[in-house]
């Protein structure tokens, strides 16, 4: 297993902290890789920010001579509505700061990239950087490809439907896992229709406090998904998705 890159090799860009995940988050995520993965896999990583959060569990945990590809178009993406806390509860999330700060980001992940690749020189995860709109760079990806895919990009429902919709064409189908963030709330009519009336919406704060593209598209891709402090996930064993063969939410909460 390889050790992460020293957290010193990127500065901290603020207002917006360099990792989005949480540590609970992240403990589910290390249970899911640890148990199902002990060979080196092909991972697909879609949105990586400062390559501070997600990035990290994967370089951490992965077994030496995995490819990581890591996905992110690294551009403004707020939508109107989410600026204005249009038609819906606001989000308290600072869209303005983290679209000024994309360009910062991308070189926080480069460098965390570089820092970890001279760190390992020839051992540990092989890491490809690709800065682009997840729906042309997955568009070019081969069916199959990927052991792990995290779907963690653009949070809006139409971006996170062509995300998951790349996600099934792409995932190993003999033995493969996709999972994501922020799926705060396992679908039900209510979020599902509170959900359809804000498809431009990233985030709908208090009293819903959840993302409903998140959780639109992931019940019209999966149905049923397993869940864990807003980290879901789902395993595709021959040809079926299936919430049967990886630990339930009940199990795996940290
Ligand atoms: C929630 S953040 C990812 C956080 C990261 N996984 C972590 O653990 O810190 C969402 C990311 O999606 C990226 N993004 C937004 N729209 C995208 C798109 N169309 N294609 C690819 N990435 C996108 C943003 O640049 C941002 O870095």
């Known amino acids: 297993m390889s050790t992460s890159v020293p ?3 990127a500065k901290d860009i603020r207002p917006v902290s360099a990792s989005l995940l949480t540590p609970q988050r992240q403990a589910v995520m290390r249970r899911l890789l640890t148990e199902h993965f002990r060979a080196p896999i092909r991972v697909l990583e879609i949105g990586v920010w400062q390559a501070a959060g997600s990035t990290q569990v994967w370089l951490e945990h992965l077994a030496d001579g995995s490819e ?10 707020a939508s109107q509505e989410d600026l204005d806390g249009h038609g819906g509860a606001p989000s308290s999330w600072n869209y303005n700061a983290m679209d000024e700060q994309c360009e910062a980001a991308f070189h926080a992940a480069y ?10 020189r020839q051992t540990g995860v092989q890491i490809h950087l690709l800065r682009a709109p997840a729906a042309q760079a997955l568009a070019w990806m081969r069916d199959g490809a990927f052991d792990l895919i995290y779907v963690d990009g653009d949070h809006k429902y139409a971006q996170v439907k062509s995300d998951l919709d790349h996600a099934r064409r792409l995932v190993n189908p003999h033995h493969g896992v996709i999972c994501g963030d922020d799926l705060e709330r396992l679908p039900d009519e209510q979020s599902l229709a509170l959900a359809r009336q804000h498809l431009q919406r990233d985030y709908l704060g208090a009293p819903h406090r959840f993302h409903p593209g998140v959780c639109l598209a992931v019940h019209e891709c999966f149905g049923e998904v397993q869940m864990a402090d807003g980290f879901w996930w789902i395993h595709c064993r021959d040809g079926q998705f299936t919430t049967e063969s ?9």
Do not use: C, F, M, T
């Open 7 to 9: 957290e010193q090799a």
């Open 68 to 77: 990581l590809v890591l996905v992110d178009a690294w551009q403004p993406y």
């Open 111 to 120: 460098g965390r990239v570089r820092a970890y690749q001279q760190l390992h």
């Open 246 to 254: 990886l630990p339930k939410s009940a199990e795996i909460n940290p």
